[in-house]
Structure formats: structure tokens, C-alpha cells
């Protein structure tokens, strides 16, 4: 089994039994959970103050271990506070050697696109403590595909995917679509020409979601890819106002725009349904009747 360092370098965990539910169950399952304090640290809105969450990120540099797991607590917000000042080189060069294995989603894609950008460190973007682990009922889907990413130095995902007949392959990269959109004009956000871009969120209105994505057209962005993979934007319904615009209609918008193909349909995000992806993994996307993408060249735990 593996140890599992924990980190929450953005929003106060508010669901505490779901954290403590998760901790209880990795345990069960003969983890060794490291660094738990974190989940009951508060300063104002954050799971602690900056100085604190930038610790935690800086302290990867010299953690010691094989076949350890850092998992992010929770997303919110935070991360960006702390891009300034977070040790790069450091855990890029901690990487070289018997890699950790870093996992989280939302906010914190801010910090794994750096870690991407500025090292070129593969992440994990894929389940978290509370939310996922912690849930009422773990969805197995969720931990199957979990467990699959960061024990097989190659795997495949297959999906009911929407979108026009396609054979490419590229650098798989993305996450949350509003934390990759905030990066842009920054030094951590990932040059990846020909790239796979892959993008989620949560509680975006559709014409939201249509704006960060033509802001990733309108930078050049999205020319630059091989494709974009759009997974799971949960609690984007539309209104009485949108007189019939919904998601469906702003993908197919979209899809006008650009030359590149638009897969659509994958479980990827913030639901209890989600697959994990290494982010800076290299990836082959094929869609025909059904969509495939097979990744490789990602850290794993080692047998």
C-alpha cells in the first residue's frame, strides 16, 4: 500500500466528517496517512494562512519517500496566492527521482499547470480527500479509474463521446477550465503546442463557460491543439433568460469556431462519477462509433 501525504493548499475543508470518513477508509485499506492536521486548519475562508498552504506545497521538495500519494484536501480558492513564491525548481528536481504522485482538481489546477509549466511535472488530475474519498458512498467508477492512472504505466479510457471522427495524439493537459483561463499571461500557464486540451467546471452559466473558451481561442490557444476534450460542467443550467441557449448549443457554437475536433461526453470533473487523468502524460485520442484515449509516459507506484 501507499502513503498518502496530505496537502490543502486552497479553501478551508468545511465537510470535516467527510474528510475524516476518507482518512478513516484509506486507512482501512492499509494507507499510511500523512500530514492530516491540514484538514482541520482554518485562517478566514482558507485551510490555513499563506505562509501555511505555501509550506505545504514547498515541503514536497524534500519529502522523503517511494510510492507516495499528495493529495489535496479540497479545492475552493487559495492556490493563486501562493504561484509567486512556490520552490519550482525544487520539486521539479524532487520529481527526478522516485516521483510523488500529486492528485487533485479545481483550484488547484492552478498549482499542477505550474508545476507542468515550469518543470514539466506530471499531476494527476483525479479524485480529492473529502469530496471524492469522502463521500457518502464511494463510487467505484470513480476509484477504478483512480487506481488504474497511478498503478498502470499504460492505460486507455473509452467513452460515448460526441464529435467528429479523429486520430491524434499530443501532450494531455488542462483541468478546470476558469483556474487555466486565470494562468493566461502568466508564467504558469503550459506552452503545449499540439497539445490534447482538456477542460471541466462547476457552477459556470453555459455563456460563461462559451467565454473562457473563446478566451482560449482569442489567445491563440486552441489553434495550437490537436484537440479538446470537454468533460463534465456541472451546475451550468441555463435560465428563462436564455430563451433555448444551453450547453449543447454553446458547444455546437464553439465547435463553428474551430478547426480542431471537439470531443465532448467525458465523466471528468467535479462529479462523484470522474476518471483520472496525468496531466503531461503523452495521450492518442481516437473517436469513431466510440471515443478512446490511451495515456503513457505518467509516474506510477511501483510494484
Not at 482541520?40 to 475562508?45: A, H, P, Y
Not at 464529435?163 to 503545449?192: D, F, K, R
Not at 490534447?196 to 455563456?207: A, C, R
Not at 430563451?243 to 480542431?260: C, E, F, H, P, W
Amino acid at each position: 500500500m501507499s502513503t498518502i501525504h496530505l496537502i490543502a493548499p486552497s479553501g478551508y475543508c468545511i465537510n470535516q466528517h467527510a474528510a475524516a470518513l476518507a482518512a478513516e477508509r484509506l486507512t482501512q485499506q492499509g494507507h499510511h496517512i500523512t500530514n492530516p492536521s491540514v484538514i482541520t486548519r482554518r485562517s478566514e475562508r482558507f485551510a490555513g494562512s499563506d505562509k501555511e498552504r505555501l509550506a505545504d506545497i514547498n515541503a514536497l521538495a524534500t519529502l522523503a519517500g517511494n510510492n507516495t500519494i499528495v493529495m489535496a484536501v479540497r479545492g475552493g480558492y487559495g492556490a493563486s496566492r501562493l504561484l509567486a513564491d512556490i520552490d519550482w525548481q525544487g520539486i521539479a528536481a524532487r520529481q527526478q527521482q522516485q516521483p510523488l504522485l500529486i492528485c487533485g482538481h479545481s483550484d488547484f489546477t492552478a498549482i499542477q499547470l505550474g508545476l507542468l509549466a515550469t518543470g514539466n511535472v506530471i499531476t494527476f488530475s483525479g479524485p480529492m480527500l473529502a469530496g471524492n474519498f469522502g463521500a457518502d458512498t464511494l463510487d467505484a467508477f470513480t476509484q477504478e479509474h483512480f487506481w488504474r492512472a497511478l498503478t498502470s504505466p499504460t492505460f486507455s479510457i473509452e467513452w460515448n463521446g460526441i464529435g467528429p471522427q479523429c486520430h491524434v495524439e499530443g501532450t494531455l493537459w488542462g483541468g478546470n477550465l476558469a483556474m487555466l483561463t486565470s494562468l493566461i499571461g502568466t508564467p504558469w500557464l503550459p506552452s503545449i503546442p499540439g497539445g490534447i486540451l482538456v477542460v471541466e467546471d462547476i457552477n459556470e452559466h453555459p455563456y460563461r463557460v462559451e467565454r473562457m473558451l473563446l478566451q482560449l481561442l482569442h489567445a491563440g490557444i486552441l489553434a495550437q491543439q490537436q484537440a479538446l476534450i470537454l468533460g463534465s460542467f456541472s451546475h451550468a443550467q441555463p435560465n428563462d433568460y436564455d430563451a433555448g441557449y444551453n450547453l449543447t448549443k454553446m458547444v455546437d457554437y464553439l465547435r463553428s469556431q474551430l478547426t480542431i475536433p471537439v470531443i465532448s461526453g467525458l465523466a471528468f470533473g467535479h462529479e462523484p462519477q470522474t476518471v483520472t487523468l496525468p496531466l503531461g502524460a503523452f495521450a492518442q485520442l481516437q473517436h469513431t462509433d466510440k471515443t478512446l484515449l490511451t495515456l503513457t509516459g505518467h509516474p506510477v507506484i511501483s510494484g
